[in-house]
């Protein structure tokens, strides 16, 4: 592993324009970095997502905010991948949910395609993937992944969270992640698990493993 500067220097630029992904990544922050600045505070662009990968996206994000503000830029790029639709909507996610008019209106659209295919009365895998990158003024950047497998329900289920997550249950669970808290989802989404490998690296570089250890809880999210 290639060195870095660890722990993370404050403020960190958080690069989301996502009211709700900006809450969640605060409260995951708890611990790693106190002081965040969003996009929009500092009136960030939203570059086009050019890239074919999760991965290459949450990059280019992350590269993008920290050469605008020259600080540590944290980017996420997530989505849902539904296997009988061959991984759409994939990195499309966000763009399905505008070109929809909505949240609401994007589960509807996904649920049309699954009829379409065939599969709307049948169990359907998925998964939720995350990708989050971290870059650095000196050019440095990391990316950590996590992904959560599980089944999709229709109708939607549950108020809180946000994207497909009311149509979205975790495998080994009952509830779909719009009817968990919020505690509960951070515990085991695919954002929770690419944060936890980033803490994981915190840890390996030195960091203290107590002062990264409290959950998103104890933030008061």
């Not at 922050?29 to 009136?43: F, R, Y």
């Not at 203290?208 to 999210?221: F, L």
């Amino acid at each position: 592993m290639d060195p870095h500067p660890l722990p993370l220097q404050e403020p960190l630029v958080i690069a989301s324009h996502n009211p709700g992904k900006l809450v969640e990544i605060q409260a995951l922050l708890h611990g790693i970095s106190q002081k965040s600045m969003s996009a929009p505070a500092l009136q960030l662009s939203s570059p086009a997502e050019t890239e074919e990968t999760f991965e290459g996206n949450a990059h280019l994000k992350a590269i993008k905010a920290s050469n605008a503000t020259q600080k540590v830029a944290l980017a996420d790029d997530s989505g849902l991948c539904v296997d009988a639709l061959a991984g759409q909507p994939g990195i499309h996610s966000a763009r399905w949910a505008r070109d929809a008019g909505g949240w609401a209106e994007a589960q509807e659209k996904l649920q049309k395609a699954l009829d379409e295919s065939g599969q709307g009365g049948c169990p359907v895998t998925a998964k939720l993937h995350c990708s989050l990158a971290i870059a650095w003024p000196s050019g440095h950047t990391r990316v950590f992944s996590g992904q959560v497998q599980g089944e999709l329900v229709w109708p939607p289920r549950g108020e809180n969270g946000s994207g497909f997550d009311a149509m979205f249950v975790p495998e080994g669970y009952s509830q779909t992640f719009a009817e968990m808290s919020p505690t509960a989802k951070s515990k085991i989404d695919a954002r929770s698990v690419a944060f936890s490998k980033l803490k994981e690296e915190l840890v390996d570089a030195g960091f203290s493993e107590a002062a990264i250890s409290t959950d998103a809880a104890s933030s008061g999210v």
